[in-house]
Structures are given as C-alpha cells and as structure tokens.
C-alpha cells in the first residue's frame, strides 16, 4: 500500500501497524468469497459478519482514533512539521474518507442481509440475462454481430444496439 511505503521513508510516522491494521479484514472477505463460490452458504455469511464487525472496528474506530491521531500529533513533538509530515497526513485523510464511503456500502449490504432482502448474486443474474438476450440478437442478426465461443456479443458500431 502507497502510504506506508512513503512512510518509511519519513521519521516518526508509523508503517507496520497501519498495514497490518489495514489488511486484517481483507482475508475475511476473501475467505467469504470463498466459501461463496464454494457453495458454504452458512461458512460465506458467518464470515461476511465477521468482516463487517473487523472492518467497522479497525478503519473506523482504531484507524482514526489512534493510527490518526498518532500521525498528527506525536511527530510534532519530535520533529518539526516538513512537506512529508502534511502530504501523508493528507493522503491518510483521502483514505479515510474512502473507509467511510466503503463502510457505508458494506453496512448497506450488511443491513439487506440481515432483513432478508439480499439477492444471491445480482451481478451473475445480470450476466446470465445479457448472454441470453446475446444468443437471441446473434441468432437473428446475421454477419454484422456475431457470438464469439466465449459468450461475448461483437456489434457493429454503427447501428445502436437494440434493447
């Protein structure tokens, strides 16, 4: 990741922690994927809570509140402030924000999950209608678009596709 590594290259900032701070939930979410593909429905959704309770906990109640707060405050009582000290306050700032934003849409997530309201997987359905829509329009459309072998439409560019 960008901010530790430029952080190693400034005194007083820290690096390992807020990597490894940083990387805790991600092996959650990738087991979750897992398991998902798998077919470990229960596996798959005891591990996406899990993710959610470590992702809420570690980028918005310890990132901010201590990684943070210890970038800000404890180099200026050792060092004076110099551009590195702003430019990786800053970015670790821009990073926050994205913490937020992808909190809100995991909570989001978390939230139709729990009321029952969540899809199985509303990407794969999309798919799986556009490549049925595809034969369809390929069958009838003659040498101007064609069906590839690996499902994928080629339409002319200069007839608008038609839904």
């Given at each position: 990741?960008?901010?530790?590594?430029?952080?190693?290259?400034?005194p007083?900032?820290?690096?390992?922690?807020?990597?490894?701070?940083?990387?805790s939930?991600?092996?959650?979410?990738?087991?979750a994927?897992?398991f998902?593909?798998?077919?470990w429905?229960?596996?798959?959704?005891n591990?996406?809570?899990?993710f959610?309770?470590?992702?809420?906990?570690?980028?918005?109640?310890?990132?901010?509140?201590?990684?943070?707060?210890?970038?800000?405050?404890?180099?200026l009582e050792l060092?004076?402030?110099?551009f590195g000290?702003?430019?990786?306050?800053?970015?670790?700032a821009?990073?926050?924000?994205?913490h937020?934003?992808?909190?809100?849409?995991?909570?989001?997530?978390?939230?139709?999950?729990?009321?029952g309201k969540?899809?199985?997987d509303e990407?794969?359905?999309?798919?799986?209608?556009?490549?049925?829509d595809?034969?369809?329009?390929?069958?009838?459309?003659?040498?101007?678009?064609?069906l590839?072998?690996?499902g994928?439409?080629?339409l002319?560019?200069?007839?608008?596709?038609?839904?």
């Amino acid at each position: 990741m960008w901010p530790p590594s430029f952080s190693s290259a400034s005194p007083g900032l820290p690096t390992t922690s807020e990597q490894a701070l940083h990387d805790s939930s991600d092996y959650l979410l990738e087991s979750a994927k897992m398991f998902n593909y798998v077919g470990w429905k229960n596996t798959c959704n005891n591990l996406f809570i899990v993710f959610t309770i470590v992702f809420i906990l570690t980028r918005l109640v310890i990132m901010p509140f201590w990684i943070l707060h210890c970038t800000l405050v404890y180099p200026l009582e050792l060092y004076p402030a110099f551009f590195g000290y702003y430019f990786f306050n800053a970015v670790m700032a821009v990073l926050q924000m994205l913490h937020i934003f992808w909190a809100y849409f995991i909570l989001h997530m978390a939230h139709k999950f729990i009321t029952g309201k969540l899809v199985e997987d509303e990407h794969r359905d999309r798919e799986e209608t556009e490549n049925s829509d595809g034969e369809v329009a390929a069958a009838g459309a003659g040498a101007k678009s064609q069906l590839l072998a690996i499902g994928h439409l080629i339409l002319n560019n200069n007839h608008p596709k038609n839904d």
